[in-house]
């Protein structure tokens, strides 16, 4: 039997367009998760005598959150799966130096609210394995991965400036993200960091290690002018959105 060139190209072709189309029936399958990760809060007595003075309100990293669980509700309705990881020591930190002891049940507030999955962590390592296999990947893909908090070019800083000044001895660095599973995303999902200078860096490494683009900033992110922008952090001068 003889093939001709032309004729082999467009089986070859439709072979490809068949395999898109049922792999993207496939992932229509699987459910769907929606992740936003909150860093902790800066302590006052580490921050107050600077110039830069980081996390004059506690919520920084928790009311932008909150907004984005409320657009994910509203977007995707009752039955989606939300789930917001929260790196409890800072807010519990702050809570205690600042004497101010509704800040956790705020937090709970918004988990009732809007019947998000809240998961309190402490470490990088936790986020991680939370998102490998928090829920049985194989099915369950994560469309949408957001970061409110402190951060480099390298890495997410859950505890910047809350038990070390100007410190961290919590974090997921760049040289990490290789521990994230390839397949955990879907092929549509969204991912950003809110956090400063990770467009500078770190978006490039999660491409690598996951397959998907990570929005991050090149330059500082302002949490102090939200109000402005629908509770999104804005970019500080000369800054741009990356990945």
């Given at each position: 039997?003889?093939?001709?060139?032309?004729?082999?190209?467009r089986v070859l072709l439709w072979s490809l367009i068949l395999s898109l189309v049922f792999a993207v029936r496939g992932e229509a399958k699987n459910e769907r998760e929606y992740i936003i990760v909150s860093g902790g809060p800066a302590l006052h007595e580490w921050e107050k005598f600077k110039p830069d003075y980081h996390d004059r309100w506690w919520g920084n990293f928790i009311r932008?959150?909150?907004?984005?669980?409320?657009?994910?509700?509203?977007?995707?309705?009752?039955?989606?799966?939300i789930?917001?990881?929260v790196y409890r020591r800072g807010y519990e930190r702050?809570?205690?130096r600042m004497s101010e002891p509704a800040i956790l049940s705020n937090i709970l507030s918004v988990r009732d609210r809007y019947g998000v999955n809240l998961i309190w962590f402490r470490r990088g390592e936790e986020v991680v394995a939370y998102l490998n296999s928090g829920q049985p990947r194989d099915r369950v893909k994560i469309a949408n991965f957001e970061y409110f908090g402190h951060s480099n070019r390298a890495c997410f800083m859950f505890d910047y400036s809350n038990e070390i000044d100007s410190a961290s001895k919590s974090w997921l660095h760049e040289d990490e993200l290789w521990r994230l599973k390839r397949g955990i995303f879907t092929r549509d999902a969204f991912i950003?960091?809110?956090g400063c200078h990770t467009g500078e860096s770190m978006s490039?490494?999660?491409?690598?290690?996951t397959g998907?683009?990570?929005?991050?900033?090149?330059?500082?992110?302002?949490?102090?002018?939200?109000y402005l922008?629908?509770?999104?952090?804005?970019l500080s001068a000369g800054g741009k959105w990356a990945w």
């Open positions: 039997m003889v093939v001709r060139k032309g004729n082999l190209l932008p959150a909150r907004v984005r669980i409320q657009e994910l509700r509203a977007e995707h309705g009752a039955g989606a799966r789930t917001w990881l702050r809570a205690e950003k960091s809110w490039k490494k999660w491409r690598a290690a998907r683009k990570m929005i991050g900033a090149i330059g500082k992110t302002d949490y102090s002018k939200m922008n629908n509770w999104r952090p804005v």
